[in-house]
């Protein structure tokens, strides 16, 4: 993600750049910068990093899982084709930095190199992110939907609860006013459903939540706190979103009187 953002701001600043290259007499940097077809590759990098830091932000969070985040990467997939498709025939207009560096001269150079990335691209994301059905989900995203009517994969008491959920008027209008994890672990009077779309929505979907962990460690173990041999207390104080009530818990302790 620095990457993106770097190559950004150095498009930005390419006027003020060229400038500073010539008072250093730094020619070998201010020639790129005068380039046209160079800045036209600078332009589309700093356009294409943009979009994918986009995705990357868009999958991180603590409300994610395996559904909205399969969602999101599909959608982008269909993106760099639709991209590819309109590149090839002559529009630039998702890579709004390279509209205004297109030159007649420098445009078929450009179009084919940005094809052929757009190609690539497509190729390594499906390495990484290889294609999910999650259409045999879609009861636990709306169990009231037409689509969730004759669910697969289910046993047949998953399948009776199912029924009895969806005919359930009471958690129908509960659900139109909860997150989605929130009714599901609210729906116990339904066990055995209950617990297969729970340990559908556990699935981490991303590093994300490890990530976070890490960076919580780094910033409890500073050189100053070295010794610390053992700090899950200090990591899960870090990740709970229960606040300690400091005030109850002074008047359980008494202070320290001098003598």
């Known amino acids: 993600m620095s990457r993106g953002r770097v190559l950004n701001r150095v498009f930005e600043l390419k006027d003020e750049l060229q400038e500073y290259f010539q008072e250093s007499n730094k020619q070998d940097f201010a020639k790129y910068i005068e380039d046209e077809k160079w800045l036209q590759r600078l332009a589309y990098l700093a ?16 409300g994610e899982n395996m559904l909205t985040s399969s969602d999101k990467i599909l959608g982008f997939k269909r993106r760099l084709n639709l991209w590819k498709n309109h590149v090839a025939k002559g529009n630039l207009e998702m890579f709004q ?27 390594k994301i499906e390495n990484y992110f290889p294609s999910l059905s999650t259409q045999v989900y879609d009861w636990v995203r709306d169990p ?11 046993t047949l008491r998953e399948e009776e609860e199912l029924c009895g959920l969806q005919s359930d008027r009471t958690l129908k209008m509960r659900f139109t006013d ?35 962990r890490f960076s919580y460690l780094t910033s409890i ?39």
């Open 47 to 62: 356009n294409i990093l943009h979009h994918t830091n986009q995705l990357n932000k868009s999958l991180q969070g603590p």
């Open 221 to 259: 173990k500073t050189k100053d706190r070295n010794r610390l041999l053992s700090v899950e207390d200090e990591i899960r104080m870090y990740l709970s979103k229960v606040r300690p009530r400091i005030k109850y818990l002074g008047t359980k302790r008494q202070a320290q009187v001098s003598h």
């Open 144 to 154: 009231y939907s037409e689509s969730s009517a004759h669910p697969e994969n289910l």
């Open 97 to 123: 930095s390279l509209v205004g560096l297109k030159s007649k001269e420098g445009y078929q150079q450009i179009s084919s190199l940005i094809e052929t990335h757009l190609e690539e691209l497509l190729i």
């Open 178 to 212: 909860l997150s989605l994890d929130k009714f599901w672990i609210s729906v116990k009077e339904y066990p055995a459903i209950h617990r297969e779309a729970i340990n559908i929505l556990l699935q981490f979907s991303t590093a994300y939540m490890c990530e976070q």
